[in-house]
């Protein structure tokens, strides 16, 4: 009797184990795209890289939107770094240029006007200290009245943080 109630227990718990298995590897086969949580429903993407740099991409965004992605860098060293920041990037391809961009750094505006705007334009953004950390913001937006064009063509910008010894 031991051998048929764990047999039975087995079989209820494969059949649910194996029905969730099953399908994930058919949505992977059928190309069913699987969202990610940097970017989630929005469109927008702030992706991190382990070079002192981020990619910032626009694929959607609806007039009116406005939506914000952040990345903390910390100096993990023993001495205190001087720290640049830029942006390389082209012109926006979203309606008329409109896609607005607002670059914070822990509260205090760095940059607000066009995506991609403040190309090559290097900025002395402070000191960070050992074991310090300062958190960059970046709001994407479009105004209310924006026509819904080029949707789907990315606007991407690459930033970079350079340290040095202050």
Do not use: C
């Not at 494969?14 to 190309?31: N, T």
């Not at 949580?37 to 927008?44: C, H, L, Q, R």
């Not at 070079?51 to 694929?59: R, W």
């Amino acid at each position: 009797m031991t051998t048929t109630t764990a047999a039975t227990t087995a079989r209820k718990l494969l059949l649910p184990v194996g029905s969730v298995v099953g399908a994930g590897v058919l949505a992977m086969v059928l190309g069913v795209p699987w969202t990610s949580a940097s970017e989630g429903s929005s469109g927008i993407r702030l992706l991190a890289d382990d070079n002192q740099g981020a990619t910032l991409t626009i694929s959607k965004i609806e007039p009116g939107a406005s939506v914000s992605r952040s990345v903390t860098i910390r100096n993990s060293g023993g001495l205190a770094s001087k720290l640049f920041f830029s942006e390389s990037g082209d012109p926006s391809p979203f309606a008329d240029g409109e896609l607005h961009l607002v670059i914070d750094q822990d509260g205090t505006t760095l940059f607000d006007g066009d995506f991609a705007a403040m190309s090559d334009q290097a900025q002395d953004v402070g000191t960070l200290e050992p074991g310090g950390s300062s958190t960059f913001t970046f709001t994407v937006s479009l105004p209310d009245d924006a026509p819904f064009a080029n949707q789907g063509e990315p606007a991407t910008a690459s930033y970079t943080w350079v340290n040095s010894e202050p």
